[in-house]
């Protein structure tokens, strides 16, 4: 039996729930307003988990004592405490890399939209307006990255048909790989911060990068320069955030994740004209979601056919 969380698993093709079936296995769906108690019932008696964001608790497994797999429907594992699935013998899988070119795509949508305000002005011609509205070029300037994996590779490919200069912060690249040699510098945080027109982070939610970009980080960076997240929410301290916003030092901010999803309908960053917001969807487009959704199946599959 397998229970399936991720509100997207399977939305835009019935492929992957085929290939489960076919492979003789018992699905349940549980993709509601998530609520704890709810979850560890229907989890009780299952073998394995397809999980989407919410937290996986000690409880909730120690109550299932059937459960050996939990795959991510996505990459970030932050929702999972690995050393708790270590010690009740539960493996954990995740896609890796098949969403990257849609996150890339979302990063460099939102790098282009704060410079030119595209869904800003957008919005002020449906409610009636035609003023005009400045931003600044895109085209040659710098862009820091902080993290190159997957995701930091691709935007960093995008960019590079923008002429951009790219400077990349990610203590674990030991080598450059070829392709990248002509126009990414890998350098310290502190230039990658101090170097930026636009400053994109593509690292993982975890101990170390919690609050990785507070003030003082902030302050490192150009006067009227850009920010972008499409990683996770803490990773940019948003108090601090708001604060560099209020005062102009910071233009403008894209973020696809915050601290707290969804946020409050008061929540400050939500009134300022100079930041977009998107829902967390990343890796929405109809490709990712369906090769994520089929490659989580096949995890499945293998692991509890062994
Ligand atoms: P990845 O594992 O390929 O790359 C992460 C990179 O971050 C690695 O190169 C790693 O060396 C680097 N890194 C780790 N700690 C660092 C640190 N302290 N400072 C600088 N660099 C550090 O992962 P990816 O596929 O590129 O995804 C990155 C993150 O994007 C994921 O962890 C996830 O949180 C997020 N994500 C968001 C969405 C979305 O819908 N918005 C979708 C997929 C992934």
Redesign the pocket.
Known sequence: KILITSKSFGQVSDQPLKLLNEAGMNIEYYNKEFDEMEFRKRLKECSGLIIGSHPLTEGAVKEAPELRIVCKH?????NIDLEIMERYKVKVDNV??V??N??AD?AFSLILDVARKTSCAAKSVKEGSWEKVFGVNVYSKNLSL?????????VARRAHGFSMKVFV?????SVLPEEFKDYVKPVS?EEALSVADFLSV?????H??QN?ICLKELNMMKRGSFIIN???GGIINETDLLAALLSKHIAGAGL??LEKEPPNKDYPLLKLQQVTITP?????SFESINDVSMIAARNIIKYLSQ
């Open positions: 996505g990459t970030g594992l932050d890796p890399a969403n990257s849609a996150v979302l902080i993290g190159f994996g997957e995701i930091g590779k691709n912060y990610d203590p674990f690249l945080l593509h690292v993982p939610l975890n170390q990068t990785l499409t990683s996770r696809d994740v967390h969807m990343g890796m929405y």
